[in-house]
């Protein structure tokens, strides 16, 4: 026969009960029990008759009893004046059962606060923003994108920019105020949760942003998790019926087929591994181009900007490229087309082109054609054919792989590139001699670091030296400071034996950038600023991806620093119109020059005066460089 149970059981269990309802229940459940102290109270007073009545005055009508107890309830101190035994027994239940309810309110409150205050700090409340910008995921890139961003809302009376990652929203607003000086007029808010899960995407209020921008996390991973947290977006049952803006990115090639079909035509995908290949490749070859890529990429200074000039319509794209006043022309944008940099300069502008332009923001776009070309300055010196060349490829990383392919469209058939990296066995890359065309590959083991192994390379044939980082092995910091040890003894041994070659070194914080600089080396890829600076330019302008897809891209035009002597006689000044037209003669497009003189200054952006005004006198020397976009 089962056991009875007990009324203190049954009291036991609707208490639990209770308690796990939380704060609002147990608030109820005290109001409930206040008003049954105080009616029970009232009720005595007033049937008691005059056994209960206080002495000396009428007796209380119902209403004045429960106000009486009320009082007492709420201040213990009342009963202190009460006269009659009858009456102060009354009150003196009424006035216990208070001190009980009020002080059991009291720490029910209190813990319902602190437990608010909690849930608050865990960053879990929904946001209530509109036309803010999401940041999906946690990384380092955060922090640049935040910092970019700001810039760009500069002038938006209201902006905001929440960033969702899984780290405890009171560790990423400390690390965001650790790395980031200052977000302007930018609110920002950060909320705790999975990217990847649909309930804690509600969180973000994604479907009254106006961009979303999904980072790549710090795991093996990492394309897969990107692309699930597009899918979790995109086929969100509470998403809009409009496109999301989506920016992300995908670091292995082979997974873009797969992130294309999950994120249709809402997402803009960013091919991290491939750009940063193709940006360390070309800058290899160019001092002073990472600085151009930099310049373009950022939202300080100037920027690329679309702009529809009626005004133009019937004129050739080569006619038009000094008819803006401080804004270089890159190229033009058809309706239905991809952008196309430096298109050929007979190619007629309709009503309905939009040129791609340079300019410090969208309000500094402005026609003029003031500045005429003196065509009496221009030399059409035929450039020097390219010559075979001796590169070095110091460390290695998963990216080594598409630099060397990267590397061999641009070098002379005949080129050699020494590997040389601190790993036992290279038979895994052997496959890529047969990728090559124009360019031997010769793997070597050997201690980056070690000042004996780069002096064994014979660095005196070399013309370019880079330098990757062991990301694949070692911490951020830990790889910076071997890519650190390598390029001081490089920089120590050219100025000690007098070699020419030039450097790109790979560091992946930023931070660490201010430590190269002392050793003069020519350029500076830092991987994750980078590809941060463009998903933020991305978020605010989808059309920018096709514009940086052909820059970076070796089947288009590219940006080149060639020669001034090639277009203008050296030691003479000209206005840059003049450059503009020398260049527009040989099927060029020019955006600016480089001084040699201000290359080792960081302050003067190490001599590239990017979209300088078509009227701005300039005096080149035969070491300074004209910046162009060219097929080669």
């Known amino acids: 026969m089962p056991r009875k149970i007990t ?29 049954l102290i105080i009616a029970v109270g009232a009720a005595a007073v007033v049937l008691g008759g005059d056994l209960t009545s206080p002495p000396g005055g009428e007796r209380l009508s119902l209403g004045e009893a429960m106000w009486e107890a009320l009082m007492r309830t709420l201040d213990a101190g009342t009963m202190g004046g009460d006269e009659g035994w009858g009456f102060r027994l009354v009150m003196l239940f009424v006035t216990i059962g208070g001190v009980f309810v009020i002080s059991s309110l009291i720490g029910v409150l209190s813990a319902g606060v602190e437990d608010r205050l909690a849930q608050l700090r ?43 990652g899984s780290e405890d929203k009171v560790v990423m607003e400390e690390e965001i105020a650790a790395k980031v000086a200052d977000l302007g007029s930018t609110r920002l808010v950060c909320r705790s949760g999975s990217p990847m899960e649909m309930s804690d995407l509600r969180i973000a209020n994604l479907n009254q942003a106006k961009a979303i921008i999904v980072v790549s996390p710090n795991t093996s991973e990492a394309d897969a998790e990107v692309i699930k947290t597009v899918l979790a977006i995109t086929n969100h049952p509470d998403r809009r019926p409009e496109k999301y803006n989506i920016v992300a990115e995908i670091h292995d090639i082979k997974n873009m087929d797969a992130a294309r079909v999950v994120g249709k035509d809402e997402v803009e995908w960013v091919l991290v591994g491939d750009l940063i290949a193709r ?64 298109p050929p300069m007979e190619t007629v502008l309709t009503a309905e082109d939009e040129l791609i332009v340079i300019a410090e923001d969208d309000d500094k776009i402005a026609l003029d054609g003031r500045a005429q070309p003196d065509a009496s300055l221009i030399l059409q ?159 605010e302008n989808a059309n920018l991806n096709a514009v940086f897809a052909d820059i970076f891209d070796p089947e288009g035009a590219e940006i080149y620093l060639k020669p001034a002597s090639d277009y203008v006689a050296a030691g003479q000044g000209v206005q840059f119109a003049t450059l503009v037209e020398s260049a527009r003669q040989r099927g060029e497009t020019a955006i600016g020059y480089r001084l040699a003189a201000q290359s080792k200054d960081a302050s003067q952006m190490y001599g590239v005066h990017l979209n300088p005004a078509k009227y701005e006198m300039v005096t080149l020397t035969a070491a300074d460089r004209l910046i162009v976009l060219a097929e080669s």
């Open 7 to 35: 009324f203190r059981e049954r009291f036991q269990y609707w208490q639990d009960n209770l308690f796990s309802r939380g704060t609002a229940a147990l608030i109820g459940a005290l109001f409930a029990l206040s008003f």
């Open 279 to 342: 940006i360390i490749a070309q800058t290899s070859r160019q001092s002073g181009l990472s600085v151009v890529y930099t310049e373009l990429l950022d939202f300080g200074g100037d920027e690329i900007y679309f702009t529809r000039q009626p005004s133009l319509t019937g004129k050739t794209y080569g006619e038009v490229l000094n008819a803006f006043e401080k804004n270089a022309v890159l190229g033009l944008q058809r309706p239905g087309q991809l952008a196309r940099l430096n």
């Open 381 to 539: 010196t035929p450039h020097s054919p390219q010559a075979p060349e001796h590169n070095l490829i110091l460390g290695w990383n998963w990216r080594g792989r598409s630099i060397l392919t990267e590397l061999d469209a641009y070098v002379a058939p005949g080129s050699v590139v020494h590997v040389v990296a601190d790993r036992e066995d290279f038979s895994d890359l052997e496959w890529l001699h047969e990728q090559m065309h124009n360019q031997k590959i010769i793997f070597r083991s050997g201690d980056t670091t070690d000042r004996r192994v780069l002096e064994s390379l014979g660095l005196d044939q070399v013309q370019h030296i880079i330098l990757l980082c062991y990301s694949d092995t070692l911490e951020p910091q830990q790889a910076d400071a071997r890519t650190l040890i390598s390029l001081l003894h490089l920089r120590d041994l050219a100025d000690r034996q007098g070699y020419t070659y030039s450097i790109v070194s790979e560091m992946l914080d930023i931070r660490n950038r201010n430590l190269a600089d002392v050793t003069r080396a020519d350029d500076f890829i830092v991987s994750d600023k980078l590809v941060s600076l463009m998903l933020a330019q991305v978020s």
């Open 122 to 164: 865990k960053g879990r409340s929904r946001v209530l923003e509109s036309n803010h910008t999401v940041i999906l995921g946690w990384s380092e890139q955060v922090f640049t994108i935040l910092s970019e961003l700001a810039i760009a809302n500069q002038n938006q009376k209201r902006s905001c920019i929440v960033v969702m």
